[in-house]
């Protein structure tokens, strides 16, 4: 099977297209809007973009009415957002917060979760979340697609300060990622753990190149 979405009908009944890449990172971001008014929601498509300085992405697909999401807003007012690392424990409060809520209402209301609050800016955070990241918001960048729902603000910022659970580090500097169990989104309504993890070491690579791509401290 193959066709062309640009000018083809998908040919099954639900389009693979966001099955392909997967598992995706979930960017549980919280921010908070120049009325003080709290958010949370998920983005699937989030990912790191470099380690020196640390900068992170995500995108945000504009409503079926052309509104832009109050995290994009947020951001671009404020300066600052925070992602929460989404675990297998907290799944059913990052399902909740997806709600498409009004702006004026504070989807932390609905979760049971306790807020602590970011350094930098009055940003909340889910205290049970076992690593945060307090992001300087950089830029935006639009794409338009064929569709309202289809244009996208593409976010860009700066990792300034990162919280990490002490219980989840390993004796030997690592995150215990099999204790933290991410959780990563698929496609349609699907979701993934993460629970076991294995090592591979690419053969041939001096020993400089093993560390980078160990990410060992200090390694440019």
Sequence with gaps: MKYAPATDACPLPFSPFKSCT???PI???SSVSLAGVENIAPYSQW???TFDPPMVMFSANHYPDGRRKDTVLNAEETGWFVWNMATWDLREAVNISAMALPPEENEFDRLNVTKVYAENAAIPMVAESPVKFECRYLSTHRLKGNSPVGSIDIVFAQVELIHIDDRVIRADGRLDI???RP???MGY???AVIDRVFEM???GSDSDAQAGLEGRA???
């Design 189 to 191: 309504f699907d979701y």
């Design 47 to 49: 990912q790191n973009l």
């Design 22 to 24: 997967v598992p995706r």
């Design 218 to 220: 200090g390694t440019r």
């Design 178 to 180: 099999e204790t933290i």
């Design 27 to 29: 960017g549980w971001l």
């Design 201 to 203: 070491r690419v053969p």
């Design 183 to 185: 959780i990563a989104r």
